[in-house]
Nanobody, 117 residues
Framework: VQLEQSGAELRNPGASVKVSCKAS????????IDWMRRAPGQGLEWMGR????????KYSQKFQGRVTLTADTFTNTAYVELSSLTSEDMAVYSC???????????WGQGTQVTVSS
């Protein structure tokens, strides 16, 4: 099982960013994919999750309206898109597979998002 994320991103304030997480080695539609982020000096922050089988999503209230999770079952890739970026959105964004027990059993390598003018 592997979750491979896209590379580092640099965006201007007010822009949007879209990070991908390509899954391999398992049936993509059988497990939720969650997205989290960690800003410098901060704890892990849960953003939301998607069920790739039907596209059902659940978002953290903090990001409601600014974040969109999608999943492409043809390429086995999950995406997180965050809009209206500010410096407070600078963080490492990570995807994780939620295993059968409900715990995260596989993680992507993380994607650094930098917001700077």
């Amino acid at each position: 099982v592997q979750l491979e994320q896209s590379g580092a991103e640099l965006r201007n304030p007010g822009a949007s960013v879209k990070v991908s997480c390509k899954a391999s080695g398992y049936n993509f539609t059988r497990y939720y994919i969650d997205w989290m982020r960690r800003a410098p000096g901060q704890g892990l922050e849960w953003m939301g999750r998607i069920d790739p089988e039907d596209g059902d999503t659940k978002y953290s209230q903090k990001f409601q309206g600014r974040v969109t999770l999608t999943a492409d079952t043809f390429t086995n890739t999950a995406y997180v898109e965050l809009s209206s970026l500010t410096s407070e959105d600078m963080a490492v964004y990570s995807c994780a597979r939620r295993g059968s027990s409900g715990a995260y059993d596989y993680w992507g390598q993380g994607t650094q998002v930098t917001v700077s003018s």
